[in-house]
């Protein structure tokens, strides 16, 4: 078997990331994970009591080896750990050195090092995640706003999970329904008509539709929402970046064409997701690496979410390539009167616009509000629906479930042998299957778990 020789090994990784920093966090998981901090400690490892901390000096393997740090050792026995197998986690001094040679010395006494997303998929295999949680966890890890904290969160607590088993089962219970059909088809009493099965099975395809409904929402909240600031070379840009960011990260001067190459950045505005992008000024007669720019430039506006378009105080009307650009973008755009702190005394912004300084900082809560409302208020706050599917994977299996479903209720109403539809039930059923990973191929794992990083 594929995996009992993969779980055989004892595994292990620094769970904290590199660098300088208080603690450090090792892990080890697997069969002689007690054992081999038994050596590293020189204690017996009986001794030590489930899920208490003990301090310990862990010394190099070699008899009268180097003492390497002091550390809290702390034992997890199967199956209550994070990867169902035995897991020991010592928390070492930080910084590069001192983690570095406490694996190393794990690593002579027989654990290999982790793959990324090594412990996560143990638990996986051992059945203490399905693959929504599992994906949900490097959806925690990677959130960086606190909307897409909380939908990380509700999955890793089978959000998803909990809704796919009750579709499955109520698959089953259709096809339980359709054998009982096949069985006694001419009885009077027949236990089940067709078009009761037919009707439930439309239901159901209805319900998987509601969950898909929540994908658009749930990705943008697991990727940012990309939002690309466009407009005449000078109008404030960069500084209207840098201002949404709380930093000095693109750079700004008073002459026109200083941003050349996309700068990008995340950034969580009213605890929503956002990928700014600062972008080349637009303009016809740039020279050769401008030009480039604005080419960069206008393919991120092919794919923004939402585009902040910037004319300053003062500037001019637009002209007619300027309209023609504004009436092509795809996406939502906010007009802004950027550098509003200078705007003349009779000077007033248009309807639909929002003036902004990035100086004074007028606007700029106006501009946020506006943000959130484009992107975010149709998709996610007006819904009763929290985002469930979050990831491509889980939407493709969704909606194989739903094709399947919606097939066979297609085959049963044009008159197709119930023997023969139920192919169609199986099907979805095993698409169901799929989302919670029930039984993953070896492919589909690698890709979900590639992702990770060491340690996790
Ligand atoms: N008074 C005032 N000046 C601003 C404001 N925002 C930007 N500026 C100035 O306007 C000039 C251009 O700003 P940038 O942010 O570099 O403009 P940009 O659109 O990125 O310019 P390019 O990258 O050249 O297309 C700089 O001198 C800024 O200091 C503002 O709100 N008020
Ligand atoms: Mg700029």
Request: hydrophobic letters at 45%.
């Amino acid at each position: 078997m594929r995996n009992s020789q993969f779980l055989a090994d004892t595994i292990v990784a620094q769970a904290t990331p590199p660098g300088l920093g208080a603690v450090a966090l090792l892990r080890l998981s697997g069969p002689r994970a007690t054992e081999i901090a038994g050596l590293l400690t020189r204690r017996d490892p009986a001794e030590w009591t489930d899920r208490t901390s003990t301090l310990c000096a862990l010394s190099r393997p070699e008899p009268g080896g180097e003492v390497l740090d002091q550390a809290l050792v702390t034992v997890f026995r199967a199956p209550a750990s994070y990867t169902g197998e035995d897991i020991v986690e010592i928390s070492t001094h930080g910084g590069r050195e001192t983690p570095a040679s406490v694996t190393e010395a794990c690593v002579e006494l027989g654990a290999r090092r982790a793959l990324p997303g090594e412990f996560t998929q143990r638990a996986y295999l051992n059945g203490k995640l399905d693959l929504t949680q599992a994906e949900a966890v490097a959806g925690l890890v990677a959130a960086k706003s606190a909307k897409s904290r909380a939908v990380a969160l509700h999955q890793l607590e089978k959000g998803l999970a909990d809704r796919v088993a009750m579709l499955r089962e109520r698959l089953v219970g259709l096809s339980a329904l359709l054998v009982q059909h096949i069985d006694f088809p001419e009885e009077d009493d027949a236990p089940v008509a067709l078009g009761a099965i037919v009707a439930q099975g439309r239901e159901m395809v209805q319900e998987v539709e509601r969950l898909l409904a929540t994908a658009p929402a749930g990705e943008l909240l697991q990727d940012g929402a990309m939002a690309v600031l466009a407009g005449r070379p000078n109008s404030g840009k960069s500084s209207l970046f840098n201002g949404l960011l709380g930093l000095e990260r693109a750079i700004v001067t008073e002459e026109a064409g200083t941003t050349r190459d996309a700068v990008e950045a995340a950034v969580a505005i009213d605890g929503f997701p956002f990928r700014l992008v600062d972008t080349a000024g637009l303009r016809d007669d740039a020279e050769r690496i401008e030009r480039l720019g604005i080419e960069v430039a206008r393919r991120y506006l092919e794919g923004a979410d939402v585009v902040l378009y910037c004319r300053e105080a003062g500037a001019s009307a637009d002209t007619e390539a300027e309209r023609a650009f504004l009436a092509s973008v795809g996406a939502p755009v906010v007009q802004l009167r950027t550098k509003w702190d200078l705007a003349g005394d009779g000077e007033s912004a248009e309807a639909g616009e929002i003036a902004v300084s990035v100086r004074s900082g007028e606007g700029m809560t106006a501009l946020k509000d506006a943000l959130r409302e484009l992107v975010f208020r149709g998709a996610v706050e007006n819904r009763d629906e929290v985002p469930v599917v979050t990831t491509r994977r889980q939407a493709r299996c969704l909606g194989a479930a739903r094709a399947e479903t919606e097939a066979f209720c297609a085959a049963l109403d044009n008159g197709v042998p119930p023997e023969v539809a139920s192919a169609h039930l199986k099907s979805a059923e095993s698409a169901l299957e799929d989302v919670l990973g029930v039984v993953a191929a070896d492919d589909v794992l690698e890709r979900v778990f590639k992702d990770f990083c060491i340690g996790k």
